[in-house]
């Protein structure tokens, strides 16, 4: 797996339509922004097509999905998806995954009993079909037998997990590459996320220190745009976070609106 770099990206939220991905993809790769960074939230945008799209319409331009909820999709069809759009765009593509909101998880009668030991259960298989091995477990709720990807990637990406509770940060630490906080805003919870992530990791015996990912959101509207992202991006830097992706609110979802002032 490539070592992530540290970054400053942007985020497209689904509240854009589709159809405006390619054409933002192909100015952010132009403009030369870092990463751009996807959601697949229920019941928007599919993450693999959508990440697919911007990878195809770019040619240095990393994209990252935050996130694939893991209930969602069988771990083997995951593998494969994510092994075909690797070896279409190498060394560009993050795979991010998830519990799922759970609500959502539950209307569409994908909602488990232990969304922590599915989270385990599944990047743990994706991870090792990716790697070009054969898998056969049966556990709580992954039942592989005998699977092997007949195109594995000639690397594994990137793998990041979303985190915002104690536990599923001790999990990330312990099993990802690298961590996507989405819901810390500020110093603090960037830092008290950061430390538990760092716990996780030790407690495997893994080597090296784990890549923290940050979204945040701010409003380009108004003045001093350029000032209020770079003093974002250091703050959230300053606590430990690695790479910043910054995302335009809701009600003004475009990236290209903080293009300009966005801190390279």
Known sequence: ?????????????????????PAVARELDVAGVSELWLWEDCFFEGGLTSATAA????????????????????????AMEIATIDRLAPGRFVAGFGHG?????????????????????YVTAVRTLLAGETVDVD???????????????????????GATRPKTLRLAGELGDSVLLDDANDA?????ARAIVDEGREAAGRPGRPHVRVFTEIDPRGS?????????????????????????????PDPRALLDALPR
């Open 139 to 161: 556990g709580r709720y992954v039942k592989l037998a005998n699977v092997a990807l007949d195109w594995p990637p000639a690397t594994v990406p990137e793998i990041t997990i």
């Open 55 to 78: 990878l195809l319409s770019s040619e240095r331009l990393r994209i990252g999905i935050g996130l694939l909820p893991v209930p969602l999709r069988n771990p083997a069809l995951a």
């Open 1 to 21: 797996m490539p070592q992530p770099a540290s970054a400053v990206g942007l985020v497209f939220r689904p509240d854009s339509p589709p159809e405006d991905l």
């Open 224 to 252: 001093g745009l350029a000032e209020r992202l770079s003093d974002r991006v250091a703050e959230l830097r300053d606590a430990g976070a690695d790479s910043v992706a910054i995302q335009a609110p809701k009600d003004a």
């Open 188 to 192: 603090p919870a960037v830092r008290a």
């Open 101 to 121: 909101v759970l609500d959502w998880m539950g209307q569409v009668g994908a909602r488990v009993a232990s969304p922590l030991t599915l989270l385990r259960e």
